[in-house]
Nanobody
Framework: QVQLVESGGGLVQPGGSLRVSCAASGFTFSLYSMSWYRQAPGKERRLVASITPAGASTIFLDSVKGRFTISRDNAKNTMYLQMNSLKPEDTAVYYC?????????WGQGTQVTVSS
């Protein structure tokens, strides 16, 4: 029943900005923490940011602190990751994730490429 669909990825120049979105369905979105992960070629998938149900608390990977902002619109069942001052090392597939009833769920991912 749980479905997560990412969108908004693309090609951006270093120093640029991009916002990726995760549209969720199949569960009560406002009751669950949500996370963004990313996976670069040849590297492990890692947590980038997380947000609590009402958006009161957020956490970030150290390398993106001050540049990325995670947010959510519970009325739209959507989570966002605003990425500013992008660097080539941010290039990765970005995935939406939730732990729901003891099971992890992933979206299909959206490619973000930072290159000049």
């Amino acid at each position: 029943q749980v479905q997560l669909v990412e969108s908004g990825g693309g090609l951006v120049q270093p120093g640029g900005s991009l916002r990726v979105s995760c549209a969720a369905s199949g569960f009560t979105f406002s009751l669950y923490s949500m996370s963004w992960y990313r996976q670069a070629p040849g590297k492990e998938r890692r947590l980038v940011a997380s947000i609590t149900p009402a958006g009161a608390s957020t956490i970030f990977l150290d390398s993106v602190k001050g540049r990325f902002t995670i947010s959510r619109d519970n009325a739209k069942n959507t989570m966002y990751l605003q990425m500013n001052s992008l660097k080539p090392e941010d290039t990765a597939v970005y995935y939406c994730h939730i732990f729901y009833h003891s099971q992890g769920y992933w979206g299909q991912g959206t490619q973000v490429t930072v290159s000049s």
